[in-house]
């Protein structure tokens, strides 16, 4: 696997289910050798510890730097601390309002914030259903501001087996934002004759 065109990247891990995604994002870019700049909200916390039996500290031993959401002074927090771009993952509905109306009171959306103004690439793999008109409407907002919304949905066409095949898919379609050469899954080749992959 090569790093591809990504040197540093911002990962925010939010409140939102899925801190598998957020997990795995991190492992395979420090498995890279990618710089890593890891902020882990208080309800991502525990979603990993729930969901993952994953201790916050370890994935945070695997970045070049792990930030407390209140150090606004911290350098990820300015422009002229040049990144390849963010991706927040998974994104609750609470930070995506917060990038959504610039509303920059943690470090999360403070460098989500900046990333957007520096025309950086921001991937946000919002994750809530159903949606509300509030949810729906901030999701615009941030698609015209130039963030990518990336829905955290499972695709049965890759016809996975594990969970981890689902996790894969998504996590290798945002490192596919950035050009990064991965091998987390097959691309499309098409339907097969007859109509079945098996
Ligand atoms: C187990 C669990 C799952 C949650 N899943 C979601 C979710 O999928 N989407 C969402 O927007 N909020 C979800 N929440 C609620 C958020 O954690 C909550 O709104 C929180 O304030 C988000 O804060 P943060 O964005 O600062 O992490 C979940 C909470 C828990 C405890």
């Known amino acids: 696997m090569g790093a591809g065109k990504i040197n540093r990247l ?3 891990l ?15 870019l420090h498995a890279a050798g ?4 890891l902020l882990i909200s208080r309800m991502a916390e525990k979603t990993l510890v729930y969901e993952c039996d994953t201790p916050p500290d370890s994935l945070r031993r695997l970045a070049a730097k792990a930030y407390a959401l209140n150090e ?11 990144t390849d771009g963010m991706v927040v993952i998974p994104c609750s509905m609470k930070t995506l309002a917060a990038v959504a109306h610039g509303y920059s009171e943690n470090l999360i959306a403070r460098a989500a914030d900046v990333t957007l103004k520096e025309r950086r690439p921001l991937v946000m793999v919002v994750r809530e ?7 729906l409407e901030n999701m615009l907002s ?3 501001a130039g963030a990518i919304i990336m829905p955290a949905m499972p695709s049965f066409y890759i016809r996975p087996r594990t969970i981890d095949d689902l996790v894969n898919h ?3 379609k945002v490192l596919d934002m950035f050009g990064f050469e991965h091998q987390l899954f097959e691309s499309w080749k098409g ?3 007859g109509g079945s992959k098996a």
Do not use: D, M, W
Request: charged share 15%; no cysteine.
């Open 170 to 172: 998504l996590v290798g």
């Open 10 to 12: 911002v990962v925010a």
């Open 14 to 28: 939010s409140g939102a289910s899925g801190a598998v995604y957020g997990k795995r994002l991190v492992e395979v």
């Open 191 to 193: 339907i097969p004759e």
């Open 72 to 82: 606004l002074e911290a350098a990820i927090s300015s422009g002229s601390f040049r």
């Open 129 to 135: 259903t159903p949606l509300n008109a509030i949810h």
């Open 34 to 37: 990618v710089e890593v700049h």
């Open 142 to 144: 941030l698609h015209r």
